[in-house]
């Protein structure tokens, strides 16, 4: 039996033996000898073996394919068609709304920081998870869990009794900002508010929602199933002689499933969590759930105002405080002396102690406040970045090993205009979101049970994780601060700094500020490592047996980012990310990155969705390059709708973009734009060819020919990167740069195109010779995305030139 499972069966089997009381059915002793020798995988007590072997028989159960079937194990499993088992699931709401709220990056640092204590720490927290292994953030702060039981849950005004009843092994997960988790039934709405008043006493104005409900044992094997099982009870005979149903088939139909194999993937442990998503959604849009007499949260925490009193900088509530430097004691302080509401200010503290950045905390602890912060139960992700590069072979620090600079040095950003002092050109950074893509679809046809979904949560998180660190090892180092920045934090000493922020790494989401030269590598990179990560688990259950056509699916056929070999089509993985990439000046507000970096997201997610017809799993990613807030006034599609695309009455279209990439194609575009860097294309005939893209076709293709023809050198790599790989002409031998053919608009109206699939790329080209009689090609290209890109490539090095110590693996 794995440890997933050693778990979940001791937690169900620690419900069933407390009851539905508010007492224990059986000694809490039993119930302790009970835990420690279910996960030693000894033999249990006397009193609950009967209660553990039907537990232990659980998942085992055959589906019944008939009603008479599920009745007879209704009578053979008393104890698990009699007994009751609650579920609770809960989390933080409107997150982005409760961190982007203010202006600043130490306010945003903090604000998610302060929710991931709460969500990785606080409420394992009440399960007593520093005890376990799998929680080691929780075992760091021991004491801090502790504390949290002692101080505040086990208080008589909040929820005395509840700490005695809950235990590690009854977390199903508590990964991505929510939790899942088994309790005992009479203790259902006692967690539930303990998850909800948690959030709110210590964010004050972070919303947060939290549901549970009571099943019987035997429906987390079965799914939802009725009081009583009779004739008129809903099974697998009158799900088939009612498949024409409208409802029935909206609920019970998949795709390439059979009737029966639908049936049973819906009836699972899928179907409770299904029921506590549904009531979740309810209860946070502030509704009543029938059969609940819990208080509604309809009114989320207000903060009264004043026209005439002084607000915080976020210009929300009334500041209470003002964090006023002394020329005495600076750390008494905060540079620009701001003003605060307390919730303004628990967020600035949070974000400190996440930075290390201790010497500034005084301003808090001189302000009187009884709230505190839970220091130890802080672990910013720059600490686990460099817990990760000590115990992973890296080339990080490259060549500033050779000035003994030793990495505990190295510190933390603390602004944007520190990160974008790393890039190159200086000034610029770039917001990366990423997001998992079929996820639920995932889960529905693939996670039957409890051991599924812990065993998936962990996964997802430990790849997402991995798949950010991998990417900025790779891609960035060490980067010591220009005077200027050096003197704002009153050092005399050079500062080196790691160049990013991590904002949050929250289940399958990822949100990071970096140096915008690197931003496109370090996107392409999160993308591979987390599909590399996910297909290096045992049992390859995420590897895919679907396989696509390369040379249908991607636009740029050359070889990928730094030499890589072309994908095949095979191997691939079930699940993959999205990626938004915003590139833009550092003194652009967080909060407006943050709309068009989700705008640039869901860009790239439509892509990946579109791709999948062609059984394509991987990856995409959106990039836009802004140098002036004033550059877009809308949305994104919309400016590329209206301003980037050019059509006439009977005329071709013709798209002045080519976004989004596969991440193929963005390693090519990278490739691409590094060849147009080594042949020294003059800037001035770049922004010339870009110009004339708006008057045609036939005019960018000749203006293009002449500037090329009259380049000195990197003729033949700029025809192999750029040429060759991206404007072959699909009809003939010819060549359209900088244009290529739409193949998205073709494979959207010609369902035709479907079958090219098993075609060949002449068959490809003739087929398509064919269908250009009943339809023009439109055209797009890429070249005003390569030179928006070109101030941020670095040309490229002669290998045998690069320094040596640049090429070696260090071990910090």
Not at 245 to 255: D, G, M, R, T, V
């Amino acid at each position: 039996m794995t440890n997933s499972q050693h778990s979940i069966t001791t937690a169900i089997s620690w419900c069933l033996a407390w009851g539905d009381k508010r007492q224990p059915k059986f000694d809490v002793t039993v119930l302790q000898q009970m835990r420690q020798a279910l996960n030693d995988g000894k033999a249990v007590p006397e009193e609950v073996r009967p209660l553990v072997e039907q537990v232990q028989e659980l998942q085992k159960l055959k589906f019944p394919a008939t009603l008479e079937e599920l009745k007879e194990f209704t009578e053979k499993y008393l104890i698990l068609w009699q007994s009751q088992i609650g579920l609770v699931y809960g989390g933080a709401t409107k997150i982005k709304q409760y961190v982007f709220e203010a202006a600043k990056l130490q306010d945003i640092r903090g604000a998610s920081a302060l929710l991931d204590r709460i969500n990785l720490v606080d409420l394992p927290a009440f399960f007593s998870c520093e005890q376990h292994l799998d929680y080691p953030q929780c075992q760091q702060a021991s004491d801090y869990c502790q504390q949290v039981r002692e101080d505040w849950l086990d208080k008589s005004e909040n929820f005395p009794q509840l700490s005695k009843t809950l235990i590690p092994e009854l977390i199903i997960y508590s990964t991505g900002g929510n939790i899942l988790a088994f309790c005992p039934a009479d203790f259902v709405d006692d967690l539930a508010n303990a998850i909800e008043k948690r959030y709110t006493e210590e964010t004050l104005t972070a919303n947060s929602c939290a549901v549970g409900a009571i099943f019987k044992p035997l429906e987390i094997r079965f799914g939802l199933l009725p009081h009583k099982i009779n004739s008129e009870t809903f099974w697998l005979e009158k799900y088939l002689n009612n498949l024409d149903n409208p409802l029935i088939k909206a609920y019970f139909e998949q795709a390439d499933t059979s009737p029966e194999e639908a049936f049973q993937e819906r009836k699972t442990f899928n179907e409770l969590a299904g029921k506590l998503a549904s009531q979740f959604n309810q209860r946070r849009n502030g509704n009543s759930l029938q059969g609940s007499d819990r208080a509604l949260r309809c009114y989320p925490p207000v903060l009264e105002t004043h026209p005439y009193l002084r607000r915080d900088e976020g210009d929300r509530r009334s500041a209470i405080l003002q964090a006023k430097s002394s020329p005495d004691d600076p750390s008494q302080g905060l540079p620009g002396d701001p003003w605060f509401s307390e919730a303004s200010a628990r967020k600035r503290v949070v974000g400190q102690i996440a930075k290390r950045d201790d010497s500034f905390v005084k301003w808090y602890e001189q302000a009187g406040f009884e709230w505190e912060p839970g220091e130890k139960g802080i672990d910013s992700w720059v600490n686990k970045f460099e817990r990760f590069l000590y115990e992973t072979p890296h080339k990080y620090y490259g060549k500033i090993r050779s000035e003994n600079l030793h990495p505990s040095r190295v510190k933390e950003a603390r602004s944007v205009r520190e990160i974008g002092d790393a890039s190159i050109p200086p000034g610029f950074v770039a917001y990366i979101y990423a997001d998992g893509n079929n996820m639920g679809g995932y889960i529905q046809k693939e996670i039957k049970n409890p051991k599924d979904y812990q065993r998936f949560s962990r996964d997802i998180f430990d790849a997402t994780e991995k798949c950010v660190y991998a990417a900025l090892t790779k891609h960035l180092q060490p980067h010591k601060l220009n005077p200027n920045l050096q003197s704002e934090r009153n050092s005399t000493k050079e500062v080196w700094i790691h160049p990013f922020e991590i904002l949050t790494i929250g289940g399958d989401d990822v949100m990071l500020i970096v140096p915008a030269d690197k931003a496109l590598a370090i996107a392409q990179t999160i993308g591979e490592e987390f599909e590399n990560e996910l297909l290096r688990k045992e049992g390859e259950r995420y590897k895919s047996d679907k396989e696509y056509n390369p040379q249908i699916v991607h636009r740029y056929q050359g070889k990928g980012y730094q030499g890589k070999e072309p994908p095949s089509g095979k191997n691939q993985c079930k699940l993959s990310m999205s990626v938004g990439v915003l590139i833009t000046a550092e003194d652009t507000p967080i909060y407006y990155a943050e709309k068009l970096t989700s705008q640039l997201l869901k860009s790239a997610k439509k892509r990946a969705k579109d791709l999948k017809k062609q059984d394509y799993y991987s990856g995409t990613v959106d990039f836009l390059v802004m140098k002036a807030v004033t550059m877009i006034s809308s949305n994104i599609s919309e400016f590329r709708s209206q301003g980037l695309t050019k059509s006439g009455l009977g005329q071709q279209k013709l798209k002045l973009y080519a976004a989004p990439y596969t991440l193929h194609e963005l390693g090519g575009l990278l490739e691409t734009a590094k060849a147009l860097k080594a042949a020294e294309f003059p800037k001035s005939q770049l922004y010339q060819i870009r110009s004339l893209l708006e008057r045609g076709k036939q005019t960018a293709i000749l203006n293009y020919r002449y500037f090329r023809v009259r380049l000195q050198h990197g003729q033949n790599e700029l025809q192999e990167k750029f040429e060759k790989a991206w404007c072959e002409a699909l009809t003939n031998g010819g060549n359209l740069a900088p244009w290529m053919t739409d193949k998205r608009t073709i494979h959207k109206n010609l369902t035709l195109l479907l079958l090219f699939e098993t075609f060949s790329q002449e068959q490809f080209k003739l087929q398509y010779a064919v269908l250009s009689l009943l339809k023009k090609s439109d055209y797009e290209t890429i070249w005003r995305e390569l030179v928006d890109l070109y101030p941020f490539i670095e040309k490229p090095q002669n290998p045998s030139t690069r320094p040596e110590s640049q090429q070696q693996t260090v071990q910090s």
